[in-house]
Nanobody, 114 residues
Framework: VQLQASGGGLVQPGGSLRLSCAAS????????MGWYRQAPGKQRELVAA???????NYADSVKGRFTISRDNAKNTVYLQMNSLKPEDTAVYYC?????????WGQGTQVTVSS
């Protein structure tokens, strides 16, 4: 199974982007779908996650600005990012945990700059 992330790009502060992450085939027994990010010189960190029971979890730095959602029929997870800030600049990675196995996407660059 491969995860394909898309939707990154260059955006001005205050702008919005929507990231998508689609699996190459159906994944069963999904435990969690999430987005992580890694800025230069920093560790990868959890941005947002959604469980099989639709419980969501957000990093404090993105609460109220980012929204995670999923489409089970399409095996796709989304991250709507609003009110973007320069400190949101990073490579964003999606992850799907299924049967407690981690699947990672290849990453998509998000740059917030004027």
């Amino acid at each position: 199974v491969q995860l394909q992330a898309s939707g990154g790009g260059l955006v001005q502060p205050g702008g919005s982007l929507r990231l998508s992450c689609a699996a190459s085939k159906n994944i069963f027994n999904i435990n969690m779908m999430g987005w992580y990010r890694q800025a230069p010189g920093k560790q990868r960190e959890l941005v947002a996650a959604i469980t099989s029971g639709d419980t969501t979890n957000y990093a404090d730095s993105v609460k109220g600005r980012f929204t995670i959602s999923r489409d089970n029929a399409k095996n796709t997870v989304y991250l709507q990012m609003n009110s973007l800030k320069p400190e949101d600049t990073a490579v964003y990675y999606c992850k799907i945990v299924a049967s407690w196995y981690d699947y990672w996407g290849q990453g998509t660059q998000v740059t917030v700059s004027s």
